[in-house]
């Protein structure tokens, strides 16, 4: 079955109020700012996850409907502080779950292989463990104990990208950006993902260029053409970052 074409608003319609949302891309890099303004817009409340939050926290901060967030970091870059959900968190209208980039990391993989939880040693020797509640396995063959990272399955991945064709293949060029990696574990971690993209090109094409794909028509669950969709970020080769400009 092929992936839905779909608009911005049609692809948050009928998100549950409280439902974990997942971003992509990193700081000023690839968000997806299109699908996160029509999440503001639709107005409920939710819970964010994303690897390093910028813009897309502070958008829906500013909007009221950030209940909490998940992420390794939460900032602007050389534009300061993202001062909407600093606000937001001062005022309690909003919580800030800090957390370590491979617990993040490790909750994604152990929720698309389809496991609770992965062992892992991150956060050992700091209170992360104990203000994250972590439980400890042993291995079963060496008794080595390890802190056990729970999955993180995300109600919707939004994710931005350079293109794709109408089967749902996405591409970004070579190389992908460093932190690719990690939109590909949360694309595969939620029950349903949706990429948008610059620009939609023919099936010949991606299939001529296919080292470029990224994500196969498998592994999406609709597309929404935006361009400029990750406006302010950078979107490469497209448009770099604009943010105060």
């Known amino acids: 079955m092929r992936p839905r074409l779909?608009?911005?608003?049609g692809a948050v319609a009928g998100?549950?109020?409280?439902?974990?949302?997942?971003?992509?891309?990193?700081?000023l890099n690839r968000k997806p700012m299109a699908l996160v303004r029509a999440l503001?817009?639709?107005?409920?409340p939710l819970e964010?996850?994303?690897?390093?939050?910028?813009?897309?926290?502070?958008?829906?901060?500013?909007?009221?409907?950030?209940?909490?967030?998940?992420?390794?970091?939460?900032g602007l870059e050389r534009g300061g502080w993202a001062a909407a959900f600093e606000r937001a968190v001062a005022d309690g209208?909003?919580?800030?779950?800090?957390?370590?980039?491979?617990?993040?990391?490790?909750?994604?993989r152990a929720a698309a292989m389809g496991l609770p939880f992965l062992p892992g040693r991150s956060g050992r020797g700091t209170e992360l463990p104990a203000s994250r509640a972590l439980r400890e396995v042993a291995d079963p063959y060496t008794g080595e104990v390890f802190a056990a990272h729970p999955a993180i399955r995300p109600e919707l991945a939004l994710i931005h990208a350079w293109r794709a064709d109408e089967e749902g293949n996405v591409q970004l060029p070579f190389p992908p950006d460093h932190l690719w990696d990690v939109d590909l574990q949360l694309a595969r971690a939620a029950r349903r993902t949706v990429v948008s993209v610059e620009?939609?090109?023919?099936?010949?094409?991606?299939?001529?260029?296919?080292?470029l794909t990224r994500?196969?028509?498998?592994?999406?669950?609709?597309?929404?053409?935006?361009p400029g969709g990750a406006h302010p970020t950078a979107c490469r080769p497209c448009y770099e970052e604009s943010l105060g400009r």
Do not use: I
């Open 6 to 9: 779909l608009t911005a608003a």
């Open 199 to 211: 620009e939609m090109v023919p099936v010949e094409e991606v299939r001529r260029t296919s080292h």
């Open 48 to 74: 964010l996850v994303t690897f390093l939050a910028s813009t897309d926290a502070d958008a829906l901060a500013k909007a009221g409907v950030l209940r909490r967030l998940t992420a390794t970091y939460c």
């Open 215 to 226: 994500l196969t028509r498998l592994e999406v669950d609709g597309v929404v053409l935006a």
């Open 15 to 27: 998100l549950r109020e409280g439902a974990v949302v997942a971003t992509g891309g990193a700081v």
């Open 40 to 44: 503001a817009e639709a107005g409920r």
């Open 93 to 108: 209208r909003t919580e800030w779950a800090e957390t370590s980039e491979w617990l993040l990391l490790d909750g994604f």
